[in-house]
């Protein structure tokens, strides 16, 4: 036991402490899923059109000006969205590790409750700081992501005009 008596509440005051960061975080990644899943269909209903596209050169041997201006922008946006998706990928994923390290730094802090080792002291705090650098790094890719799907939306407007 360390050298000062640490009592129940104090011990799961300190052992939760960092389930702040894991509710923060649970609700970023909600916003990122229904994102993700946004882009992936996005890319599946573009996928489509451009199969559509395809079979009608392939029956009729080439397309309408106006249908060949959509199908060069539907490339672009597929394109586009494959590297939008990639980003918030990335940021799901770094978010992930965020709340594991999150969930080990509480234990972590538990078990320094318990035992006395100077070595171990700052791991909690190590381990801690990794998610807060996890999480910094899941807000980069997914301001990159806000920054292309604006990007995305003037390939469409221009491709309509």
Do not use: C, W
Request: overall charge positive; charged content about 20%.
């Amino acid at each position: 036991m360390p050298e000062q008596q640490v009592t129940a509440i104090q011990a799961i005051q300190a052992i939760l402490a960092p389930a702040l960061g894991i509710s923060a975080v649970g609700l970023l990644l909600l916003s990122l899923s229904n994102r993700y899943s946004t882009i992936i269909n996005r890319i599946r209903l573009l996928n489509d059109e451009k199969r559509k596209f395809s079979r009608h050169i392939g029956e009729k041997g080439d397309l309408a000006y106006p249908d060949t201006v959509r199908f060069m922008s539907i490339a672009k946006q597929t394109e586009e969205l494959l590297l939008r998706s990639r980003y918030v990928r990335n940021a799901i994923l770094s978010m992930q590790t965020a709340i594991g390290m999150f969930v080990l730094s509480s234990v972590t802090i538990a078990v320094n409750l318990f035992v006395t080792t100077e070595k171990l002291r700052a791991i909690p705090l190590m381990i801690f700081i990794v998610g807060m650098v996890s999480l910094f790094i899941g807000m980069i890719f997914y301001s990159m992501e806000v920054y292309r799907s604006y990007k995305i939306i003037l390939l469409e407007v221009k491709g309509e005009e």
